[in-house]
């Protein structure tokens, strides 16, 4: 995002530093180049996805009051404060502005990221013959499951252990290492996004998407979600971070 902008292009030195840069050149403030370039990605302004399935899609295990709360209060909140925050920090004058805003960008910008990933993240369950959701198929992701955890059993147990364990807020998942092509359990606090893994399979902790129905017994929560995992999705998520995408 940092580039020169000179006076006449025959004379523009690379951004590498090789040369000194021309006295046209230095006139102008990398920091006019980056307001300009977050105008223009505001004017991209965020929306709410829509659900791949109706807001009683998921019941029982996840009513139709919670979805529709969750989605269209909860998610759309986020969706309208990241898109306040990146207008402020694309008209920000000063760097002590633009550092005040970035709590705001990643708490409102990583509820946005988390959430759309969620609501792929699920589907009607098979097991109250409303769809797929909650089965595993054979394939790369249930063969490295199996390898990882032993079984999906297994699985279920550690990523719920882990998850009922993050005092307040967070999100539980389950990513692919980068590095080591490995699946993991994660954590992440408030509305982090998961930035060391690919994410696989997120599980929203917050108490927005459970307390209605679950009150405060996230185990409950936890152990009817697997449920309404699409785990055709997060098989299609494992084929991409084996190819190196980060979602």
């Not at 959430?115 to 699920?122: A, D, E, G, R, V």
């Not at 998961?194 to 185990?219: R, S």
């Given at each position: 995002?940092?580039?020169?902008?000179?006076?006449?292009?025959?004379?523009?030195?690379?951004?590498?530093?090789?040369?000194k840069?021309?006295?046209?050149?230095?006139?102008?403030?990398?920091?006019?180049?980056?307001?300009?370039?977050?105008?223009?990605?505001?004017?991209?302004?965020?929306?709410?996805?829509?659900?791949?399935?109706?807001?009683?899609?998921?019941?029982?295990?996840?009513?139709?009051?919670?979805?529709t709360?969750?989605?269209?209060?909860?998610?759309?909140?986020y969706?309208?404060?990241?898109?306040?925050?990146?207008?402020?920090?694309?008209?920000?004058?000063?760097?002590?502005?633009?550092i005040?805003?970035?709590?705001?960008?990643?708490?409102?910008?990583?509820?946005?990221?988390?959430?759309?990933?969620?609501?792929?993240n699920?589907?009607?369950?098979?097991a109250a013959?409303?769809?797929?959701?909650?089965?595993?198929?054979d394939?790369?992701?249930?063969?490295?499951?199996?390898?990882?955890?032993g079984?999906?059993?297994?699985?279920?147990k550690?990523?719920?252990?882990?998850?009922?364990?993050?005092?307040?807020?967070?999100?539980?998942?389950?990513?692919?290492?980068?590095?080591?092509?490995?699946?993991?359990?994660?954590?992440?606090?408030?509305?982090?996004?998961?930035?060391?893994?690919?994410?696989?399979?997120?599980?929203?902790?917050?108490?927005?998407?459970?307390?209605?129905?679950?009150?405060?017994?996230?185990?409950?929560?936890?152990?009817?979600?697997?449920?309404?995992?699409?785990?055709?999705?997060?098989?299609?998520?494992?084929?991409?971070?084996?190819?190196?995408?980060?979602?």
């Amino acid at each position: 995002m940092w580039q020169t902008v000179c006076a006449k292009p025959a004379t523009c030195n690379d951004i590498k530093g090789l040369h000194k840069p021309s006295r046209s050149s230095r006139l102008v403030s990398p920091i006019l180049n980056l307001n300009h370039n977050l105008v223009e990605i505001h004017k991209m302004a965020h929306s709410l996805p829509p659900l791949p399935y109706p807001y009683n899609a998921l019941e029982p295990y996840i009513s139709e009051e919670i979805m529709t709360l969750h989605h269209t209060k909860h998610h759309q909140t986020y969706v309208n404060a990241l898109n306040a925050a990146e207008k402020s920090y694309a008209s920000a004058g000063t760097p002590k502005e633009r550092i005040a805003l970035q709590a705001a960008l990643k708490f409102n910008g990583g509820g946005h990221i988390n959430h759309s990933l969620f609501w792929k993240n699920l589907a009607p369950s098979a097991a109250a013959n409303k769809g797929t959701g909650g089965t595993l198929k054979d394939g790369a992701l249930k063969k490295a499951i199996n390898e990882t955890y032993g079984s999906l059993d297994n699985l279920q147990k550690e990523f719920n252990t882990a998850t009922a364990g993050i005092q307040g807020s967070g999100w539980g998942w389950l990513g692919l290492d980068p590095k080591t092509k490995r699946l993991e359990i994660v954590t992440t606090a408030n509305q982090d996004p998961l930035l060391t893994h690919a994410p696989i399979i997120g599980v929203d902790i917050w108490e927005h998407a459970f307390y209605l129905q679950y009150k405060n017994v996230k185990v409950d929560y936890l152990h009817a979600i697997w449920n309404v995992i699409n785990f055709e999705e997060a098989e299609s998520r494992y084929q991409d971070a084996l190819k190196g995408s980060k979602l």
